[in-house]
């Protein structure tokens, strides 16, 4: 089973950082992908920023410039500079998992537990 451990968040003021980890136990299944979501009050989940096991990054468009993930094997960072009032949320890490067995091949992911990031003014 996959299992996810997120930690980093916490309350800070506008214009400070604040850095995310997520460590992902695969037991012996690979995470193709990692990254990390968010949701404020009121509005649906969205992506802020992803990285594959090729290094490949994606970033939503509001945090670019901002944030920046990096990848050492299974554990994911994210660096969030300049923060932003608007950037409250609670992150959620994901993974996309590839479990490859001699009958086939199956993906899926997983989610974390969240946790609260909150910038005040």
């Known amino acids: 089973q996959v299992q996810l451990a997120e930690s980093g968040g916490g309350l800070v003021q506008a214009g400070g950082s604040l850095i995310l980890s997520c460590a992902g136990s695969?037991?012996?299944?690979?995470?193709?992908?990692l990254g990390w979501h968010r949701q404020a009050p009121g509005k649906p989940r969205e992506l802020v920023a992803s990285i594959t096991v090729g290094d490949i990054v994606d970033y939503g468009d509001s945090v670019k410039g901002r944030f920046t993930i990096t990848r050492h094997q299974d554990t994911v960072y994210l660096q969030m500079n300049n923060l932003k009032p608007e950037d409250t949320a609670v992150y959620y890490c994901?993974?996309?998992?590839?479990?490859?067995?001699?009958?086939?091949?199956?993906?899926?992911?997983?989610w974390g537990q969240g946790t609260q990031v909150t910038v005040s003014t």
């Open positions: 994901r993974t996309d998992v590839r479990h490859a067995d001699p009958w086939g091949t199956c993906d899926y992911d997983v």
């Open positions: 695969g037991n012996g299944k690979m995470l193709t992908r």
